[in-house]
């Protein structure tokens, strides 16, 4: 079932690198000797021919498409210079500063009467890198082309510019060519700036009513977005881990945090004020940001209606300073089903942890009833222990999924029974409880619920394998499968020598990407609920630390699997009352309520003690289930605690577009950009830590990215989303009982150092 998907994420990789190889030989090569009419010369007219026409395939298509290779969107704040550009276009704020600053520097090198000539043209053309067609201006579409200097300029128009402003030619690009051929010539600088398809030169483009009107709904139903909107539920939590329901009808939902605290929703959205459970003095869980360890999973028995019996998994230090995770199971108190009872906990299992990465604990219950248990390889980076590590020695517990049942006992006096059909039971060097193996970290599995209707996809356990160095993958749960760990990482070797001795039979990856999409995967669910239909079968996960969510479709006739972005926040499509536009960037965990409704936690910042930590929900604006399909009536639970209504901190995109705007309204270029209808457009918005912008004066815009293809291909479906940091507005947090208060004081961290520190790197790249 995996091997044809194989081939083609493989081909994903591979694809890259041939093209990184070829501009490498086909454009670069050539950089310093000559120019075509890109800004890059050549020794004769016939190799610009062969460029033009090698070219040509790549730039007969064009469409809204920005330097980096990704979408428009809407700025997340006005446009001050290139104003035009300020409801859809491909700068924001910053980069909109830093062209008024190129174009301050070039008035000042010239005289009043060149300024008053020349002003207006200059501006156009600079806020060119802002056009939502700026990738097909300057040749961007395809990586294998050379970067022009310029944009592409209309005939007509680049004559104009020419007659009047020939003497600025040298201020606005550093081509030596283009400065040395051109600034008497005016045929010949015409025809280097003009596009072979003349719809979208500039400023042609912008009366072409057949573009202009398809702006907006380019990006609306862009091929292969799934955009969603959002609700949050719930913050103020500390680095929430999971969430979890009983499945007994009553639709409460059970959130975890990280330092040991389990806290209960209801129906309604209000929490109880006293916590289910209270372990925060055995769990092992720490101040600092990344830290692994703390709570990790939490299940319900399939029967916990009738038994009350619940799952944990949690690090802890044992007596003799050893780090452990220890999977046990507690009840419910029989006089009130919202408190646990910490006396009835019976410990199941434990695993010695060496190191404080790599911990795994997901727990769940499988369609069969039995409890897997999902260990990390427990040790340093590389998984180093032994001839061929933990993950492929089936003697160990870590780097495995177990299967055990949890309603028996073993003969050989273990607390729990192991299934009859487990696939290494017969095996005297292996671990009976081994179910899979060669998994490095799993990081959030989930059961698949199946089709409502034909119930196809039923049972099927989906994980996310956070990877080591270059590559996070989705895997399909296989009894007796080999996930290769850790002689391969995603579909490459990782061991070089473990991976050519290895076995053919791993099972391969349904999905893999590398460090320029995200560093480490949250594995997430497929949506089988009733409020969105159109996201049925979906799978639908993110990355922790890029902040991105992504999903997977699968090909029902090739069994392949298919990446789908995810875009976030239209003000069009999400302006319905308590829908937000932004969310946390570090993205948990991900869960399903009782009804099946799919739902994500994240944080701004990842600390165990710090309350950032919020629960939004995933809807679809698309299309709705028909009203009253999805109502429900929840099973009445007596409660003992007092309610806390929630209180949003996010606001929503009604508040929003109501709020009047705090900023002087830009005023409007009268130049020809202004030309640009008014458009609805989605609020997609982009990260400063992860856009890369077009360069300055000195260099050519997005040159980094087309000396990175690789990164520049996989950011070209992702820049559709900015994932924003809350407002400040104070919301009380899940209070903290019986713990000591010296650990609150450790998270008063100063973010905006923070982001004074990432915004700073942003520089240093742009500098490069």
């Given at each position: 079932m995996n091997e044809p998907c194989y081939e083609e994420v493989q081909d994903f990789h591979t694809s890259d690198l041939k093209k990184s190889l070829l501009k490498e030989m086909n454009a670069w090569s050539q950089a310093g000797k000559s120019s075509s009419r890109s800004g890059v010369s050549f020794p004769c007219p016939c190799v610009c021919v062969c460029l033009f026409l090698f070219c040509l395939m790549g730039t007969l298509l064009g469409h809204p498409q920005c330097l980096d290779y990704g979408p428009p969107f809407q700025p997340p704040l006005p446009l001050e210079f290139c104003s035009a550009y300020e409801n859809f276009g491909c700068c924001d704020r910053e980069r909109d500063k830093s062209i008024a600053a190129k174009y301050r520097d070039i008035m000042d090198d010239m005289d009043p009467q060149e300024r008053k000539l020349c002003g207006t043209y200059i501006k156009d053309i600079l806020c060119q890198e802002c056009s939502p067609y700026a990738a097909h201006l300057y040749d961007a579409e395809n990586p294998q082309t050379p970067l022009r200097s310029l944009p592409g300029l209309c005939f007509d128009y680049c004559s104009e510019v020419h007659l009047h402003c020939y003497s600025a030619i040298r201020l606005l690009t550093s081509d030596k060519h283009i400065q040395e051929c051109c600034e008497t010539n005016r045929t010949h600088f015409c025809h280097l700036l003009q596009l072979q398809d003349e719809d979208y030169c500039f400023p042609r483009l912008l009366q072409n009513s057949a573009l202009s009107r398809s702006l907006g709904s380019v990006l609306e139903e862009r091929e292969g977005c799934v955009q969603l909107c959002l609700a949050e539920v719930a913050s103020g939590l500390r680095n929430p881990v999971l969430m979890a329901h009983t499945a007994d009808r009553t639709h409460r939902t059970f959130v975890a945090e990280q330092l040991g605290l389990v806290w209960v929703y209801l129906p309604n959205g209000s929490r109880l004020e006293e916590p289910f459970l209270d372990i925060?003095?055995?769990?092992?869980?720490?101040?600092?940001?990344?830290?692994?360890?703390?709570?990790?999973?939490?299940?319900?028995?399939?029967?916990?209606?009738?038994?009350?019996?619940?799952?944990?998994?949690?690090?802890?230090?044992?007596?003799?300073?050893?780090?452990?995770?220890?999977?046990?199971?507690?009840?419910?108190?029989?006089?009130?089903?919202?408190?646990?009872?910490?006396?009835?906990?019976?410990?199941?299992?434990?695993?010695?942890?060496?190191?404080?990465?790599?911990?795994?604990?997901?727990?769940?219950?499988?369609?069969?009833?039995?409890?897997?248990?999902?260990?990390?390889?427990?040790?340093?980076?590389?998984?180093?222990?032994?001839?061929?590590?933990?993950?492929?020695?089936?003697?160990?517990?870590?780097?495995?999924?177990?299967?055990?049942?949890?309603?028996?006992?073993?003969?050989?006096?273990?607390?729990?029974?192991?299934?009859?059909?487990?696939?290494?039971?017969?095996?005297?060097?292996?671990?009976?409880?081994?179910?899979?193996?060669?998994?490095?970290?799993?990081?959030?599995?989930?059961?698949?619920?199946?089709?409502?209707?034909?119930?196809?996809?039923?049972?099927?356990?989906?994980?996310?394998?956070?990877?080591?160095?270059?590559?996070?993958?989705?895997?399909?749960?296989?009894?007796?499968?080999?996930?290769?760990?850790?002689?391969?990482?995603?579909?490459?070797?990782?061991?070089?020598?473990?991976?050519?001795?290895?076995?053919?039979?791993?099972?391969?990856?349904?999905?893999?990407?590398?460090?320029s999409v995200g560093k480490s995967v949250t594995g997430g669910f497929v949506y089988r609920g009733c409020e969105s239909p159109n996201l049925n079968g979906l799978y639908i996960f993110g990355d922790f630390k890029s902040g991105r969510l992504m999903a997977l479709r699968e090909d029902e006739k090739t069994n392949k699997w298919k990446k789908q972005n995810i875009c976030i926040g239209s003000t069009t499509a999400c302006a319905f009352p308590g829908m937000t536009s932004s969310y946390s960037k570090y993205i948990i965990s991900f869960a399903e309520d009782e009804a099946g409704e799919l739902y994500f936690m994240s944080t701004t910042h990842p600390s165990a003690y710090a309350p950032r930590g919020s629960l939004?929900?995933?809807?679809?604006?698309?299309?709705?289930?028909?009203?009253?399909?999805?109502?429900?009536?929840?099973?009445?639970?007596?409660?003992?605690?007092?309610?806390?209504?929630?209180?949003?901190?996010?606001?929503?995109?009604?508040?929003?577009?109501?709020?009047?705007?705090?900023?002087?309204?830009?005023?409007?270029?009268?130049?020809?950009?202004?030309?640009?209808?008014?458009?609805?457009?989605?609020?997609?918005?982009?990260?400063?830590?992860?856009?890369?912008?077009?360069?300055?004066?000195?260099?050519?815009?997005?040159?980094?990215?087309?000396?990175?293809?690789?990164?520049?291909?996989?950011?070209?479906?992702?820049?559709?989303?900015?994932?924003?940091?809350?407002?400040?507005?104070?919301?009380?947090?899940?209070?903290?009982?019986?713990?000591?208060?010296?650990?609150?004081?450790?998270?008063?961290?100063?973010?905006?150092?923070?982001?004074?520190?990432?915004?700073?790197?942003?520089?240093?790249?742009?500098?490069?």
């Open positions: 925060q003095s055995t769990v092992l869980a720490t101040w600092r940001m990344g830290d692994r360890r703390g709570f990790l999973g939490m299940a319900f028995h399939p029967k916990h209606k009738n038994n009350g019996k619940f799952y944990i998994s949690y690090s802890y230090l044992a007596k003799n300073q050893v780090e452990k995770i220890r999977i046990s199971e507690l009840k419910v108190l029989a006089s009130d089903a919202n408190k646990a009872d910490p006396s009835s906990e019976r410990n199941l299992l434990e695993l010695e942890e060496s190191a404080a990465n790599d911990n795994g604990g997901q727990l769940l219950f499988g369609v069969d009833g039995y409890l897997y248990v999902f260990t990390g390889d427990g040790r340093k980076a590389g998984d180093p222990l032994g001839k061929f590590g933990n993950a492929q020695n089936k003697s160990t517990l870590l780097g495995k999924v177990l299967r055990i049942d949890v309603d028996g006992r073993s003969p050989d006096g273990k607390p729990y029974r192991i299934p009859p059909d487990n696939p290494f039971v017969s095996d005297p060097k292996a671990r009976p409880e081994v179910y899979a193996y060669g998994v490095r970290n799993m990081w959030r599995c989930a059961v698949d619920r199946g089709d409502p209707v034909t119930k196809k996809g039923r049972g099927r356990i989906f994980c996310g394998d956070v990877g080591q160095n270059r590559f996070q993958e989705i895997d399909l749960i296989v009894k007796g499968g080999n996930y290769g760990w850790r002689a391969k990482e995603g579909f490459k070797c990782y061991d070089t020598k473990h991976c050519h001795n290895s076995s053919m039979d791993d099972i391969l990856p349904i999905f893999a990407y590398g460090r939004y929900k995933l809807i679809d604006p698309a299309r709705r289930a028909p009203p009253g399909k999805c109502k429900y009536k929840p099973v009445p639970v007596k409660r003992k605690s007092k309610r806390i209504p929630f209180l949003p901190r996010a606001k929503t995109v009604l508040e929003l577009r109501n709020e009047p705007s705090t900023t002087i309204p830009p005023k409007k270029s009268s130049t020809l950009t202004a030309a640009i209808p008014r458009v609805s457009s989605k609020k997609a918005k982009k990260t400063s830590s992860t856009k890369i912008k077009a360069s300055t004066a000195k260099t050519s815009p997005s040159a980094s990215l087309r000396k990175n293809p690789e990164k520049a291909k996989s950011l070209s479906v992702q820049r559709t989303c900015e994932y924003h940091r809350h407002n400040s507005r104070t919301v009380p947090a899940p209070p903290l009982p019986k713990k000591k208060s010296s650990h609150l004081a450790r998270t008063k961290e100063v973010l905006p150092k923070k982001a004074a520190l990432a915004k700073g790197k942003v520089e240093k790249r742009r500098k490069k």
